[in-house]
Nanobody, 126 residues
Framework: QVQLVESGGGLVQTGGSLRLSCAAS????????MGWFRQAPGKEREFVAA?????????YYADTVKGRFTHSRDNVQRTVYLQMNSVKPKETAVYYCAAKEGYSDTWNAAYEYDYWGQGTQVTVSS
């Protein structure tokens, strides 16, 4: 079992920055990929970013956030970070951290993930 604890959400102005954190604990030895998803009211949950926890550390981003968001990891503390820059009002949503066990070539589908954090609200004011 893997537990995910998120922090860093809150209120930020348009164009501002925010850093989300997700700390993993429990039996994480099979966890290979960490991802971030967001869901706005009345909208479907959408992929934001993902990062590989094993050797490569490769990162993946939705087209809508490329160049503005940065995903990073601290393997020792088993924590991942999502640095959000130049945020937009339309990005107001509940942001979820997720963990995926095992390896696969996909990373952007919510159903692929096995564990989820509680979600943290990000509100971008205009």
């Amino acid at each position: 079992q893997v537990q995910l604890v998120e922090s860093g959400g809150g209120l930020v102005q348009t164009g501002g920055s925010l850093r989300l954190s997700c700390a993993a604990s429990g039996r994480t030895f099979n966890t290979y990929t960490m991802g971030w998803f967001r869901q706005a009211p009345g909208k479907e949950r959408e992929f934001v970013a993902a990062i590989r926890l094993w050797r490569s550390g490769s990162t993946y981003y939705a087209d809508t956030v490329k160049g503005r968001f940065t995903h990073s990891r601290d393997n020792v503390q088993r924590t991942v970070y999502l640095q959000m820059n130049s945020v937009k009002p339309k990005e107001t949503a509940v942001y979820y951290c997720a963990a995926k066990e095992g390896y696969s070539d996909t990373w952007n589908a919510a159903y692929e993930y096995d564990y989820w954090g509680q979600g943290t609200q990000v509100t971008v004011s205009s």
